[in-house]
């Protein structure tokens, strides 16, 4: 059963008001008019017997009236009674009386409830304001009065106080030009947001991007967001811009360098090698029973070193080519790659015995050609430093670590010294000696 308040009553004793501080909906006179919001005149109560006057009878009252109170969309918000113990029943003019009073305290009650309403949405909107992070400022024209947020104030340093002494344009933009562009731009109502330049109230200069709106009374709401630190990123973006330009640049201007050497070394190293080796054959040939054992070692060394001179200009040829190409990212199986070139390897040496471990299902994005030569250069080192072990083995897998792949190739060879591994993939850099294991020393800076 619904219950309404009875906040007020007059002619009843104290301590039979503290017993009526509630009334149950649909009971008593009051009740049925809080729950109908229809008004109910009650006369001639001692002889009537109507239960619903039961508790008004008990207090001597012969003639009772009860109003509804009604808000301005109709709904009951209270009820405005009238009772009499000299009278049994009330004349026109009475009737007339209660309902303008009735109507005055509906109109009364509603204007409370209103401003209630009111304060409770100021109280709502000036804690949505100071809560949020981005600086809001409210111009009323009409007054010429400004609110700043919590936020503006301590982006800026300016509070309220400070603009009740000068003009917040002021302080904000104090240079007169970009003042008054500020305030045409403000006035213009624009749509969008625009990027300003506010003036802190320690002289430091505040990045910042405003839009503004205009309320249906006339006030003005602007929105503004500290882009300082976005300002900074894009600064700091540019200048990497630039100085990866400059330094495409420099690569560019040095690739073509290393093409005309490349040329050179094609063209012009590789004449004088052809002919110290074709005369060295043919002195063999034409002279070589004139000549002793010595006189013959000596040519067969001049010829492998013309030989060995070729293959490092065949070398740095393919240096050149790998990092002029292009780059082309695709999906690519390292295990199937792997597995190709072991089986040329072993192809080539078919007599030796070598176990090799290759992990199944390795893929990665990543261009195929240049990850065929790393994988070959690596797993032909693996190959040769393991050609002097007993049982050698060689292992290509995989691991995470810190969120990303590793992929590895271990093996049980000859190894190297640490503390020379910064020399590992340096062009020509040996870490043993050519009479252990042959080889330029270019694979792997390739």
């Not at 700043?148 to 104090?174: C, H, Q």
Request: proline share 4%; hydrophobic share 40%.
């Amino acid at each position: 059963m619904r219950r309404q308040p009875l906040p007020t009553c007059a002619g009843i004793p104290d301590e039979e008001v503290r017993n009526l501080e509630w009334l149950d909906l649909g009971v008593a006179v009051c009740g049925c008019v809080g729950r109908d919001g229809r008004c109910i005149v009650a006369e001639r109560i001692p002889s009537t017997g109507d239960e619903r006057t039961r508790l008004v009878a008990s207090y001597g009252i012969k003639a009772y009236a009860c109003h509804p109170l009604l808000s301005r969309d109709g709904k009951t918000i209270g009820t405005l009674s009238f009772g009499t113990r000299s009278r049994e029943t009330f004349s026109e003019e009475d009737l007339s009386l209660m309902r303008a009073v009735t109507d005055q305290v509906a109109m009364a009650m509603n204007r409370m409830r209103d401003e209630k309403d009111l304060r409770d949405n100021e109280m709502l909107l000036t804690t949505i304001y100071d809560s949020i992070p981005v600086m809001i400022s409210v111009f009323d024209p009409a007054i010429s009065s400004v609110y700043l947020n919590k936020a503006f104030e301590r982006i800026t340093g300016w509070s309220m106080e400070d603009t009740r002494k000068t003009n917040v344009m002021e302080l904000v933009y104090p240079d007169p030009v970009y003042r008054e562009e500020t305030r045409a731009y403000m006035d213009s109502l624009a749509p969008g947001f625009r990027d300003i330049r506010m003036t802190a109230k320690d002289g430091s200069i505040i990045e910042s991007s405003w839009a503004n709106i205009e309320l249906p009374d006339g006030r003005r709401v602007g929105i503004g967001i500290d882009i300082s630190g976005r300002k900074i990123l894009e600064e700091n973006l540019h200048r990497a811009r630039i100085l990866a330009e400059r330094r495409a640049e420099e690569a560019s201007v040095a690739s073509r360098e290393l093409e005309a050497f490349s040329y050179s070394v094609a063209h012009d190293l590789r004449a004088p090698l052809r002919a110290m080796n074709g005369f060295s054959q043919f002195l063999l040939e034409d002279c070589g029973e004139r000549l002793d054992e010595q006189g013959r070692e000596y040519l067969e060394r001049i010829r492998a070193a013309g030989a060995k001179m070729n293959g490092l200009i065949d070398d740095m040829l393919m240096l050149s080519r790998v990092t002029r190409q292009e780059m082309v990212t695709d999906d690519v199986d390292l295990s199937a790659i792997a597995r190709e070139f072991v089986n040329e390897l072993r192809t080539s040496a078919p007599d030796r015995s070598i176990r090799i471990r290759i992990m199944d299902g390795m893929r990665e994005q990543g261009d195929q050609r240049l990850l065929n030569l790393a994988l070959a250069n690596l797993l032909r080192n693996a190959w040769k430093y393991t050609g002097k072990t007993v049982d050698p083995e060689v292992e290509f897998g995989s691991m995470p670590r810190d969120g990303r792949t590793i992929y590895y190739i271990r093996d049980n060879g000859a190894g190297f010294d640490m503390a020379r591994a910064q020399k590992l993939f340096l062009p020509f850099q040996r870490l043993h000696r050519e009479s252990e294991f042959q080889g330029t020393g270019i694979g792997l800076a390739i």
